[in-house]
């Protein structure tokens, strides 16, 4: 199941449906399969906030990815991503808003994978790993076979309602400082 959800913005531009089915392909394309992923967009403020209370970091950032199991092969987790950032960062790094919005989306999927970008050298596999995602997305290779959930008022962000979720809901930070 893949949900997208706002807190404090606008939904951005997203075609739910092809981008569902766009996430459980490439999920699907390293072996792993969807269990619950949770999209969550806000403001610059509002990650802020959450990575404050939740982290202890004291900076901006463009996606927090809170996994929800340590399991490797089905893959649950919240994700937050800011809108501001993601807009910030497409004109800094000359891309359209839409791509950057789908960078950052498959990003933290990646990091559920196993991809890391800590070093020079895991940084170019991860962004390899965003461009060949992408070009699933732009490609138009995406396939329409998945199942598709309506969206529907996803349970509280951030692990407050553990009870809605399968597994361990322990947290654990990906982030993005940009």
Not at 123 to 132: P, Y
Request: charged letters at 30%.
């Amino acid at each position: 199941m893949i949900r997208f959800s706002t807190l404090d913005v606008e939904m951005p531009p997203i075609d739910p449906q092809r981008d569902k089915a766009w996430i459980s392909q490439v999920v699907e394309s390293y072996g792993k399969m969807v269990g619950e992923l949770y999209y969550y967009f806000c403001s610059d403020e509002k990650l802020l906030e959450i990575n404050r209370e939740r982290l202890g970091h004291d900076f901006y950032t463009d996606i927090v990815t809170f996994p929800l199991t340590d399991c490797v092969t089905v893959l649950s987790s919240e994700f937050c991503i800011s809108i501001d950032r993601i807009k910030e960062n497409a004109v800094t790094f000359g891309r359209s808003y839409e791509s950057e919005l789908h960078r950052v989306i498959i990003h933290g999927v990646l990091h559920l994978i196993g991809f890391d970008d800590l070093t020079d050298e895991e940084e170019r596999e991860m962004r390899e790993q965003e461009e060949e995602a992408l070009n699933l997305l732009t490609g138009g290779t995406t396939q329409e076979s998945f199942t598709v959930m309506a969206d529907a008022d996803p349970p509280s962000p951030l692990c407050e309602d553990k009870a809605s979720h399968s597994g361990d809901c322990g947290s654990i930070a990906v982030l993005r400082p940009r």
